[in-house]
């Protein structure tokens, strides 16, 4: 694992491979790593088993995630998704070049996974397609799938949000860019709604869009459903300085 003093070179990534098709790393990519790199000592912390991305494109993000944890020996499990088959084959491309073993698998956000990996997974990494665009465009065939997000740009947003509710284990972090189109705190509000907590890791202006990088993490103090989940690890989180952070106490940049 890399020591927290040394930098993860995730500005070295080579992508050795392109494809038309294929989603280049673009503001929304860099911005989404760039919040990896600002949690990279909770990330080290956090100790994941299972790592994630839902639309890998290039494999840009998911590769940054694997130098940020350290390649070598960390014993970590990383898979992707996408539902562009000549994106599939450039994320591994990429990830093979940085030495970094993953599973990798084209289907509509995980599906077929959703058994295999319910509550598996402790860090899930999405850049989905958030530009609102006529329903029509979602998931059409080719680079349009990148960013048609549908009404709002929400269509596949709130597909992938429930998926992740399934997937993420009980110490899962989803870290997710949307765009101010995207309605982020009503986002935060449905995700409330399931017992999670948020917070902007990073916020972004470029000339074209509003990013916000949001990352979530289950509260054991949330209530669902007007009951409290924390009970006796509640009250254990909040004598353990780290863990109480995950409990959502940390009020800094709340989505
Ligand atoms: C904005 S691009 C992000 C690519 C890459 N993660 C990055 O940040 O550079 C969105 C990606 O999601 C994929 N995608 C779109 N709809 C999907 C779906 N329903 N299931 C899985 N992947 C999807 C697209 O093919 C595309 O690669």
């Not at 599973?103 to 850049?127: F, Q, W, Y």
Request: glycine residues 8%.
């Amino acid at each position: 694992m890399a020591s927290p003093k040394q930098l993860p070179k995730t500005a070295q990534i080579r992508l050795v491979s392109s494809h038309d098709e294929v989603y280049e790393p673009c503001d929304d990519s860099f911005a989404l790593v760039d919040a990896l790199l600002a949690d990279r000592t909770n990330l080290l912390e956090h100790h994941p088993a299972f790592c994630m991305e839902i639309g890998c494109g290039s494999g840009y993000v998911i590769t940054s995630l694997a130098l940020i944890l350290g390649v070598e020996g960390n014993g970590v499990n990383y898979i992707a998704t996408d539902i562009n088959p000549h994106a599939v084959k450039v994320t591994h491309e990429t990830m093979e070049a940085h030495g970094v073993n993953a599973e990798l698998i084209m289907t509509d956000i995980a599906s077929g996974l959703e058994k295999r990996l319910a509550g598996l997974v402790d860090v899930m990494v999405v850049n989905p397609p958030y530009v609102p665009t006529p329903e029509d465009e979602v998931g059409s065939e080719g680079i349009t799938s990148s960013w048609a997000g549908g009404e709002n740009g929400r269509s596949v947003i709130d597909r992938i949000l429930l998926v992740a509710d399934t997937l993420l284990s009980e110490k899962g972090w989803l870290y997710m860019v949307t765009l101010q189109a995207n309605n982020p705190s009503e986002i935060c509000h449905e995700m409330r709604k399931k017992g999670y907590a948020s917070k902007i890791v990073v916020q972004r202006s470029t000339e074209e869009e509003s990013l916000l990088i949001i990352k979530f993490w289950r509260d054991l103090d949330i209530e669902i459903n007007g009951q409290s989940t924390s009970g006796f690890m509640g009250s254990l989180l909040s004598q353990i300085p780290m863990l109480s952070y995950l409990s959502g106490n940390n009020s800094e940049n709340k989505c």
